[in-house]
């Protein structure tokens, strides 16, 4: 499923030949014959009142399919782990959701690929379906992205 999230409102003109559709994407896959829903986003990265906007959908999103399956909420949230008035600490202060690859007195930032300096790409899972094995931001793979990577090994309960 394909979901096109907000867009920027009363954006300039010259804006949409250049403007990506900020997206969720979720997708059900079946591991060792359970089902696991991943929901990958993409939010607004200028306009944060968009991303604020943007990430209630996802949330609700995110909140509907964690009551059935084992949940994975992952990607380019565009929202700075640093900042406490960020829409990412809603996420941070849930306690039945697990942050991969994430210490906060540590944080490992993942953009840009050049000069990392900011954490805005994270992955989330659920608690009480996934046990969290490890994972780390992959610094290896230099420039195939302006993000760094952000992987993490599982297994479901």
Do not use: C
């Not at 999230?5 to 591991?31: C, I, M, S, T």
């Not at 565009?78 to 809603?90: E, F, L, P, T, V």
Request: charged content about 25%; aromatic content about 12%.
């Amino acid at each position: 499923q394909r979901i096109v999230l907000d867009r920027v409102e009363n954006a300039a003109f010259y804006r949409d030949a250049f403007y990506l559709d900020r997206l969720a994407q979720v997708v059900k896959v079946v591991l060792n014959g359970q089902e696991v829903v991943l929901i990958s986003v993409h939010l607004e990265a200028f306009d944060k009142e968009t991303r604020v906007q943007q990430f209630s959908q996802i949330l609700k999103l995110f909140q509907l399919y964690k009551r059935k399956y084992p949940t994975i909420l992952l990607g380019d949230f565009n929202s700075r782990a640093r900042d406490k008035s960020a829409a990412i600490q809603r996420l941070f202060a849930m306690p039945t959701v697990g942050n991969a690859a994430f210490i906060p007195n540590a944080i490992d930032n993942t953009f840009d690929t050049k000069d990392p300096h900011k954490r805005i790409d994270y992955i989330f899972y659920t608690k009480n379906s996934i046990e969290y094995i490890t994972g780390s931001v992959l610094h290896q793979f230099e420039q195939v992205s302006d993000h760094l990577p952000v992987e993490m090994q599982f297994k479901l309960k």
